[in-house]
């Protein structure tokens, strides 16, 4: 399969991961007391967070990036993304208490829209560049 077919599955995998991430960021630190009574302790683990963040990291950077370079040169996707990361790291480094709960959601959220813009604008270009390759091709 080749990459221009690769980035639409990478951005529902990458919104897929990011609202898996902003729900977990806002939800554990509600549930922290409780996690551990049903085995779900390990979500707390910052290990398993820091993971989730580079895992959205990398498919962001891939997926957007390479739709940006070769299919439609559009820049809000791959501005969401970085607002998006900003925000989360600026919500782990520097936000405390309950205003994390809500300020690393908010980047989350930011990355998902990005995969969402960069999914619609992937499509629409191919669609685009499928139908002047039919149009031409009859010439």
């Not at 951005?11 to 630190?29: E, N, Q, R």
């Not at 549930?31 to 580079?54: D, K, Q, V």
Request: proline residues 4%; charged residues 10%; glycine residues 8%.
């Amino acid at each position: 399969m080749n990459k221009a077919k690769r980035t639409p599955k990478l951005d529902s995998i990458g919104m897929t991961a990011s609202m898996l991430c902003a729900v977990h960021c806002a939800v554990v630190p509600l549930l922290i007391t409780t996690l551990p009574l049903f085995g779900l302790g390990f979500l707390a683990n910052p290990l398993i967070e820091w993971g989730m963040i580079i895992l959205a990291l990398f498919i962001g950077i891939y997926a957007i990036g390479f739709s940006y370079v070769r299919v439609h040169h559009r820049r809000l996707p791959v501005i969401l993304l970085i607002s998006g990361f900003f925000i989360i790291m600026t919500g782990h480094l520097l936000v405390t208490g309950w205003r994390e709960a809500i300020v690393v959601p908010m980047g989350g959220l930011l990355i998902v829209t990005a995969h969402f813009f960069n999914f619609r604008y992937t499509g629409i270009c191919r669609n685009e560049n499928s139908a002047f390759h039919l149009k031409h091709s009859h010439s």
